[in-house]
């Protein structure tokens, strides 16, 4: 089973282009912008929340604490992106619910730039 992604910021071009690398790559991916994604967040169920630095710590006591989070700093290549959620999928979601999820040692490269 794929895992899911919710991609939360505020840019909705960057975040259509940030989820368009990882459903490429075999994802379930939503996008929501601020302060929408809120809502999503306490009604929808995710493996992973994507968001940035800045936002992660502009809005940290909305973000929940039982969704693992990728929290990207600066620019991040799709190589970078895709790398940092495997990493991330790996350490939260059990062994034996990951047999759908992308290797990580074999992420599909991607030319999107997010």
């Known amino acids: 089973m794929a895992a ?3 991609c939360l910021g505020r840019n909705p ?4 282009t940030r989820c368009a ?3 490429h790559n075999g994802y379930l991916v939503d996008v929501a912008t601020i302060p929408d994604g809120f809502d999503q967040l306490r009604t929808e169920k ?3 929340l ?8 502009e809005f940290d006591e909305f973000l929940p604490v039982e969704t693992p989070a990728v929290v990207l700093d600066g620019m991040v290549f799709p190589t970078q992106l ?6 991330k999928l790996e350490q939260h979601i059990p062994f034996k619910e990951r047999s759908g999820l992308p ?3 074999n992420p599909q490269p991607s030319q999107t730039p997010r």
């Open 50 to 57: 994507i968001v940035s630095a800045r936002l992660a710590e």
């Open 21 to 23: 690398v990882l459903a």
């Open 103 to 105: 290797r990580l040692d």
């Open 4 to 6: 899911r992604i919710l």
């Open 82 to 87: 895709l790398q940092e959620v495997a990493e």
């Open 46 to 48: 995710y493996d992973l």
């Open 13 to 16: 071009e960057l975040l259509t």
